[in-house]
């Protein structure tokens, strides 16, 4: 019998990880089951007990559980303590193991998949919320010249920066105090891409060479990328890849086997130009 897994969420059906894993799991001869789970809004708990009672091995966790599943874990990843959300639960015994793979998943995607080194890099990232917070470490391992955390609120900014001032000195502000620098890499890591609103940010902050990278992705450019290129962005990219890459390192976590994703990244990208 297949060992059951699922990724949680509300709305769950648009989810392409059931896909994703089944590909993995194909590609690399792991026996398992993954399936899409909807939770109630205030369900998640019981939702992940009956998973757990069914024989459920781990789950994924989405919008709107990943705070949810940080309660509910007994044991975090350093990450997940870091990030403040959990997006991949093991299931060990009486255990649930919390873990965050966001973060693991976006830095793999702009240094391997799309070949542009983080290293020395001025990096601006957009957003003060729990999408933020889950990449900031990783993004700061990677050794970047300096990192700018923009926000419509500066004060949650500041306070977000604050939580990792352990790590590197990182700069804070509103979208406004962003005017008169430039960036290398700018990641947009806020909600406005799925509403198709236009952040507030001042010209000129893409750098020549500049990669604008979205976390959202849909057809075609998303808001914030069609003002970067229309600002003059070297480069595009939207966060396809980063769920591939989270969901190919969340697989590593429960299997012990790293998938492949270049194919099921095309496929995908196929698939959405349809």
């Known amino acids: 019998m297949s ?13 392409k990880s059931p896909a994703i894993h089944a590909a993995f799991a194909a590609a690399t001869g792991q026996e398992l089951n ?7 809004v205030d369900g998640f708990f019981a939702a992940m007990s009956d998973f757990v009672a069914a024989g459920g091995k781990g789950a994924n966790v989405t919008v709107p559980f990943k705070e949810d599943a940080y309660r509910a874990s007994t044991r975090l ?20 193991v919390g873990d965050n793979t966001d973060g693991a998943g976006l830095v793999r995607d702009i240094v391997h998949n799309l070949g542009f080194p983080v290293a020395g890099k001025r990096i601006l990232l957009l957003g003060a919320g729990g999408a933020s917070r889950g990449v900031i470490a990783p993004l700061l391992a990677e050794k970047p010249a300096s990192l700018f955390i923009a926000n419509r609120s500066s004060e949650k900014a500041v306070g977000l920066a604050g939580a990792f001032a352990d790590m590197a000195s990182i700069e804070a502000g509103s979208f406004e105090q962003t005017a008169g ?28 060479g500049c990669l604008a990278y979205d976390m959202m992705y849909g057809r075609g450019d ?12 070297a480069r595009l990219a939207d966060g396809l890849g980063m769920l591939v890459e989270q969901a190919a390192e969340a697989f ?8 492949a994703t270049g194919e099921v990244l095309a496929a995908l990208r196929a698939k959405l130009a349809e």
């Open 77 to 96: 990843s350093e990450r997940a303590a870091r990030a403040g959300a959990v997006n991949t639960l093991a299931f060990a015994g009486d255990e649930i």
């Open 34 to 40: 993954y399936v899409a789970r909807l939770a109630a």
């Open 222 to 233: 998303t808001p914030f990328l069609a003002m970067a290129r229309q600002q003059g962005a």
């Open 3 to 15: 060992d059951l897994y699922c990724v949680f969420g509300n709305p769950i059906a648009h989810s």
């Open 181 to 208: 620098r430039s960036f290398d890499l700018v990641i947009n890591a806020t909600s406005a891409s799925l509403s198709g609103e236009n952040l507030p940010l001042p010209a000129g902050i893409f750098a020549p």
């Open 252 to 259: 590593f976590v429960w299997r012990g086997v790293r998938p």
